[in-house]
């Protein structure tokens, strides 16, 4: 009986020790998760919610494409439609402006050019037809020109507004079906531990991160964008005004001369 005590209190000592004893929650080591980090949380992560968050990383590709693209296009017509105004508004007539601008190819050159073709085809019959015709029709194609340089500029910038609005639905979805995935894994688990757990819904808030990552700049550059164009068809329309003058002061000379 002596002889069998130590190895009762030796027992009694090592179930008792925090080492061996475990809670009836607790996992086992090689089950907990070893790298929560996000290229680690997205190759853990189920096929769905993989899928949404490649999608959702394109389209910010895409987004930073299209304004990378968009803002040096509206940049480079905005400072050869002010380039373009400067010779216009120097030159005081539409000979001398035309043979200023040359062969640029700008919208404001493009008006300049269509003014011109309208007075020459008018001129014959000067003074028979109403100057106001000729306006009218100078007028409307200045509109239709600037109209078009608008549209060009606006290309691609619809793509921006899809991916702000839609991104952070998508990423709302991967996170409700990493959700629901982690809810599946506790009831299979049979565990509330937290280990079960917290994998599954960080996967689902990364979707859901990268939803925001992909929507917020694209919702600012088309916001940028579409303040940038609207302040170039100003400038446009500034333009076309100036010609207008410089039409009506030739009509008044060429009616003036019959």
């Given at each position: ?33 070893h790298d929560l980090s996000p290229w680690g949380m997205f190759m853990a992560a189920d096929i769905v ?49 035309a043979a200023q601008l040359g062969r640029r190819r700008d919208p404001v050159a493009r008006m300049l ?146």
């Open positions: 009986m002596n002889c069998r005590l130590p190895v009762l209190v030796a027992s009694a000592l090592l179930a008792a020790s925090p080492v061996v004893a475990q809670d009836a929650g607790s996992l086992p080591a090689h089950t907990l998760p919610v993989k899928a949404v968050m490649i999608g959702l990383a394109a389209a910010s590709v895409v987004t930073w494409t299209v304004a990378l693209f968009k803002l040096v296009e509206i940049a480079s017509a905005a400072r050869a439609a002010a380039g373009s105004q400067r010779r216009i508004a120097g030159a005081g007539g539409l000979a001398p402006a050019r269509a003014a011109g073709r309208e007075m020459v085809g008018a001129r014959p019959d000067l003074p028979d037809v109403p100057v106001q015709g000729v306006k009218e029709r100078v007028a409307s194609t200045l509109a239709r020109i600037e109209a078009a340089a608008g549209r060009q500029l606006g290309v691609g910038t619809g793509l921006l507004a899809t991916i702000g609005s839609t991104a952070p639905f998508v990423g709302l979805f991967g996170t409700v079906w990493g959700i629901m995935n982690a809810f599946v894994g506790i009831s299979r688990a049979q565990t509330t531990n937290l280990a079960v757990v917290a994998p599954g819904i960080a996967e689902a808030l990364l979707a859901t991160a990268l939803g925001l990552v992909a929507a917020i700049p694209a919702v600012i550059i088309y916001n940028l964008c579409a303040r940038a164009i609207a302040s170039h068809r100003a400038q446009l329309r500034d333009s076309g005004a100036l010609i207008e003058r410089l039409v009506s002061r030739e009509l008044d000379h060429a009616t003036r001369r019959l």
